[in-house]
């Protein structure tokens, strides 16, 4: 298994494929976007998948998903 797919919380891993809400970092990574171009599909307030922790966004991993799947380009 690969280091970089996993995230240690209090000593258990849990897979990014598992997690429900993937940070900027997370999300790059786990859907080969960069944090960059991240940060421009989620900076809507009114963005369907994407939740806001304080000053942290997190992208809804399945909600961000299925938007990807009906794109033909970012």
Do not use: H
């Not at 494929?17 to 859907?31: D, G, I, P, R, V």
């Not at 939740?51 to 033909?72: A, D, H, S, V």
């Amino acid at each position: 298994m690969n280091w970089w797919l996993l995230t240690d919380i209090d000593k258990k891993y849990v897979p990014l494929w598992e997690k429900a809400n993937l940070t900027l970092e997370e999300a790059s990574l786990y859907f080969g976007i960069g944090q960059n171009k991240l940060r421009e599909l989620t900076n809507s307030d009114n963005c369907p998948y994407v939740i806001w922790c304080g000053n942290k966004r997190l992208i809804k991993r399945r909600l961000f998903t299925e938007y990807l799947e009906k794109l033909y380009s970012i």
